[in-house]
């Protein structure tokens, strides 16, 4: 392939440093409130703002409902034009943020490389501190705390939600989520209310929200629950005969069980409830210092209370936490089940044999008091006996540890219970066919890993290492088992600092045998990722066992099948019982991820389970499939690239095809870091050629996506490997591509170094294609040193070698480095020339791009000429194509000509405004020509800033 040689108007260099805008604290005393919760109102320091365009009261709600953090053009899109987007998403964006920030404050929306942000306490928002109270109010024990929470949150709601903005969209997505919280707030702080609130204040608030939500069940039971407790039972049954009529009018379904059950307990409120003989209190004890997990008990209390009915799954990986939350919670509520609370351990992934589902049957038998004598002899007529025992009761059941649903299914003690499984495995036919709930756990976030550490090692420990803190998080992968044995590590050698555990957890080999208690199989993170291991079947062990290979945390189900050398049906059912058994995560349909910790056990059974020879045929497979998927990425990401000297090796299975452009840069990015780790695993192994035509492949995505570190880095190891192996061909190619890399972040001396290199494998082995790149880029270093006849004169040969090869392609590329050349050497007239055949050249190869950048250049040549009138139309045009390239990093040097052009005519005000729009896009993609922009910027007078019309993004 051939490198395509650097544009040498100034547009070529950019970097990767994303412009970061102002944090919270950097706004000065400008305060702003967004309301959201009714009519939409926006205040700047108290006082209103009146937004006129509902275009730009829906993009302000879109980034409001995202405060702080990044919102894609994507998504603001459908938050402001829905399914109908205009052509030019960006620059109408880019109009409406300007408008906003003239409205609201400069500093409030900062625009970043995918999107925007607005730089906006999230307090702030209405809307986000309502559902952050609640999430508060959900996490919080105490009644009273919890009581008062919801109020505060309840306090903010003034109507319907987004009345005003503007956006169908929006009012879809967000106006039911946040009308079913507050709703259910409503109803949480009523069942609080009881004893502190007059009965009658319920019953008239009650009234009035049945009338605005006739459909919801759950306010009609309250309203007639507290009706019958303030001794109005006949308007009780009335009401509930009103619901049924409207239920079976509008519907055609007769109310549901808590409120049949109601009615009836209501009917025979006289009757004396016959008593058990038994009383069950199995549960284990609490949880002492339980932290975190507010979202996963918020869904659990949202169960009906009282007698809840039905299954509720709780399911993660080996040590996330299942049991500890399915026990804490059980106490937390256990007194809404007058019947009891029943408990057992299933053992079905633990060092023990699963129980049996008749001796499950017949522990509960035996703790309800039913005497053995009278026990059917069959488990389905135990089964049976047991929901017979149970119905009705508001019994709770824990079945922890539960191996399949066929292990739990028989224990299910039917309507009116509530029965709580843990397990690692998804029980997904528990969930379709017995209509379980299903609760996923996931690994703790940061703050609620960092407090059960402090738990452990106090808060004062936690102050004092931060960074070895926020290390030791990242090592124990936030998973709540191994940070627990981390902190109790800590807390038994207190003299031994924070951060010399994690000199002990980075070594991975060593990480499990740290995170363990040899006393306490329960506790020995190994172990318990072994009971999982082990329950697989051959072929799926063999798939976890290799996946153990894959350079990368996530990875997509063609890489796993080419490691494992298996067709894509083959592997999707292996992936697929492993995503069951919580060995591995599925993030989408056909993406997978290790958990950090798994990916260890993997790593270390690989190492022990299989053959340096199978490992080495797995890891062979692998990077033969990628190359050939890089390989078609290419064919969007770089057409014009010539591709007659690499040859690749066959993929194990099909290679990843690309529709369009924007899917090779989401492939990519999803991709990265097994992609550049696969570069130095190849070399490190001697597969030379792997190595370089990797890194090459690479390239295209490295310089749009400005990673240059990784562009540096992964050339680097392949000129190494291609130097050491005595590859000229493939020291051509890398040595060209470090060239090109250094360029990019304006280091001349290393590129010159680099393609130095280049040219002398060129000259001495091979000759191929790539000659004229390494030509072309020797012109592009020389100029970047000022050195501008040399730099013409580079140019010059690779114009001449090129129309001898008869690589029209390449031709125009080192006509644009002439003219950059010889605009260095103030030769404008022939630099025009040079430009200007470079933009016909362009144009009839169908490379609007580079021909937007010749363009360019003849636009700063004929400046340079004193042509002004030619030059400006010049430099509009190319502007304008670059726009509608959406290439953003092309259009600085046009705006630096554009704005030194009208400067020189004394129009500084529109030049103000090119280049302030030059710094904006230079700043955002860390190009290293802020400073130049800045010092043009500083030549315009105070009193005479940028054009109000000239567009910022």
């Known amino acids: 392939m051939l490198e395509r040689p650097a544009e040498w108007c100034h547009a070529a260099f950019l970097g990767t440093r994303v412009r970061r805008g102002p944090r919270l604290g950097d706004l000065g005393a400008t305060t702003i409130d967004i309301r959201l919760l009714g009519s939409f109102q926006v205040l700047v320091d108290g006082s209103p703002v009146l937004l006129t365009s509902s275009r730009q009261r829906a993009l302000l709600a879109t980034l409001a409902l995202s405060a702080g953090r990044l919102v894609s053009i994507d998504t603001l899109a459908r938050g402001v034009w829905g399914e109908a987007p205009p052509a030019h998403i960006r620059g109408s964006l880019q109009t409406y943020v300007m408008r906003l920030r003239r409205l609201c404050g400069e500093d409030t929306v900062v625009t970043e490389p995918e999107g925007y942000r607005l730089v906006v306490d999230p307090s702030r928002v209405d809307a986000l501190r309502f559902l952050r109270t609640l999430d508060q109010a959900a996490a919080t024990t105490g009644p009273a705390p919890r009581r008062a929470l919801l109020t505060t949150a309840l306090g903010a709601w003034a109507g319907t939600p987004l009345e005003g903005v503007g956006s169908p969209t929006l009012t879809a997505e967000w106006g039911p989520l946040l009308t079913e919280r507050y709703l259910f707030a409503v109803e949480q702080r009523i069942d609080l209310d009881g004893g502190l609130v007059p009965d009658a204040r319920l019953v008239a608030e009650l009234t009035d929200l049945v009338s605005q939500h006739p459909l919801r069940e759950s306010l009609w039971e309250r309203l007639v629950r507290v009706l019958a407790r303030s001794g109005r039972r006949a308007e009780a049954l009335s009401r509930y005969a009103g619901l049924r009529a409207l239920l079976a009018d509008e519907l055609g379904v007769e109310p549901g069980e808590d409120l049949r059950r109601l009615h009836a307990e209501l009917l025979a409120a006289d009757a004396e409830p016959a008593a058990r003989t038994e009383v069950p209190r199995q549960l284990p004890f609490d949880v002492a210092g339980f932290t975190g997990r507010g979202t996963e008990l918020a869904e659990l209390d949202r169960l009906p209370p009282g007698g809840a009915s039905g299954v509720v799954v709780i399911e993660g990986t080996a040590g996330v936490g299942k049991t500890s939350l399915a026990v804490h919670w059980s106490h937390r509520v256990r007194d809404r089940f007058p019947g009891g609370q029943l408990f057992l351990d299933l053992r079905g992934h633990s060092a023990g044999t699963p129980v049996t589902t008749g001796t499950a049957l017949a522990g509960f038998l035996r703790a309800l008091g039913v005497p053995a004598e009278t026990w059917p002899s069959t488990v389905e007529e135990r089964s049976g006996l047991l929901r017979s025992r149970l119905a009705g009761s508001r019994t709770l059941m824990l079945l922890d540890n539960a191996r399949d649903a066929d292990q739990v299914r028989p224990l299910l003690p039917g309507a009116g219970n509530l029965v709580v499984v843990t397990s690692r495995n998804q029980l997904r036919g528990l969930v379709a066919r017995d209509g379980a709930r299903r609760i996923a756990l996931r690994s703790f976030d940061d703050r609620d890993a960092e407090a059960l550490l402090a738990g452990s090692v106090g808060p004062q420990r936690i102050a004092a290492e931060p960074g070895a803190v926020a290390e030791l998080v990242q090592l124990c992968g936030r998973l709540p088992l191994a940070l627990a044995l981390a902190g109790e590590r800590a807390s038994r050698f207190s003299g031994v600092s924070l951060a010399g555990i994690v000199e002990e957890l980075r070594d991975q080999k060593l990480r499990l045998d740290t995170l363990r208690d040899p006393q306490d199989a329960g506790t020995d993170l190994r172990a318990a990722f072994s009971w999982s291991y082990k329950a697989l079947r051959p072929a799926a062990a063999r798939f976890f066992r290799l996946l153990g290979l894959h350079p990368g945390l996530a990875f997509s189900l063609s890489s796993a099948a080419a490691l494992a050398g298996a067709d894509l049906r083959e592997a999707r059912e292996l992936a697929d019982q492993l995503a069951a058994a919580h060995l591995l995560n599925q993030p989408g349909t056909d993406r997978y991820q290790f958990h950090d910790l798994l990916r260890v056990y993997a790593a270390e059974l690989v190492e022990t389970e299989t053959t340096t020879t199978e490992r080495e045929a797995a890891l062979r497979r692998l990077v033969d499939w990628y190359l050939a998927s890089v390989a078609e990425?290419?064919?969007?990401?770089?057409?014009?690239?010539?591709?007659?000297?690499?040859?690749?090796?066959?993929?194990?299975?099909?290679?990843?095809?690309?529709?369009?452009?924007?899917?090779?840069?989401?492939?990519?990015?999803?991709?990265?870091?097994?992609?550049?780790?696969?570069?130095?695993?190849?070399?490190?192994?001697?597969?030379?050629?792997?190595?370089?035509?990797?890194?090459?492949?690479?390239?295209?995505?490295?310089?749009?996506?400005?990673?240059?570190?990784?562009?540096?880095?992964?050339?680097?190891?392949?000129?190494?490997?291609?130097?050491?192996?005595?590859?000229?061909?493939?020291?051509?190619?890398?040595?060209?591509?470090?060239g090109s890399a250094y360029l990019r972040t304006l280091q001349p001396d290393k590129a010159l170094e680099a393609l130095e290199e280049a040219r002398t494998a060129s000259e001495t082995g091979n000759d191929t294609a790539l000659t004229v790149a390494i030509l072309s880029n020797l012109s592009g270093a020389y100029y970047v040193r000022a050195e501008y006849a040399e730099a013409e004169r580079y140019a010059l040969k690779a114009v001449d070698l090129a129309r001898d090869r008869g690589q029209r392609t390449f031709v125009p590329h080192a006509l644009l480095n002439v003219s950059a050349s010889r605009i260095g050497l103030h030769d404008y007239d022939h630099a025009a020339e040079a430009a200007q055949a470079a933009h016909e050249a362009f144009a009839e190869l169908g490379d609007r791009y580079h021909a937007a950048l010749a363009l360019g250049n003849v636009a700063e040549a004929l400046e340079g000429a004193g042509r002004h009138d030619e030059a400006e139309k010049a430099g509009l045009d190319a502007l304008a194509e670059l726009k509608e390239l959406n290439a953003d990093y092309g259009t600085i040097d046009v705006q630096i000509t554009l704005g030194r052009l009208k400067h020189h005519t004394g129009r500084t005000s529109e030049a103000g405004g090119h280049w302030a729009e030059a710094l904006a896009v230079s700043q955002r993609l860390g190009d290293p020509r802020v400073p130049e922009i800045q010092a043009l910027l500083a030549t315009v007078p105070p009193d005479e800033p940028p054009a109000k019309d000239a567009p910022y993004p």
Do not use: C, M
Request: no cysteine.
């Open 633 to 738: 990425a290419n064919k969007l990401v770089r057409p014009d690239l010539l591709t007659d000297d690499i040859t690749l090796d066959p993929a194990p299975v099909p290679a990843v095809r690309f529709a369009q452009h924007e899917d090779t840069i989401a492939w990519y990015t999803a991709e990265r870091p097994a992609l550049t780790a696969l570069v130095g695993l190849a070399a490190d192994r001697g597969w030379v050629a792997h190595a370089w035509k990797l890194a090459w492949l690479l390239r295209g995505f490295f310089a749009e996506r400005h990673d240059r570190d990784d562009w540096i880095a992964t050339a680097g190891v392949a000129v190494t490997a291609t130097r050491d192996a005595g590859d000229n061909t493939g020291l051509q190619y890398s040595a060209n591509n470090l």
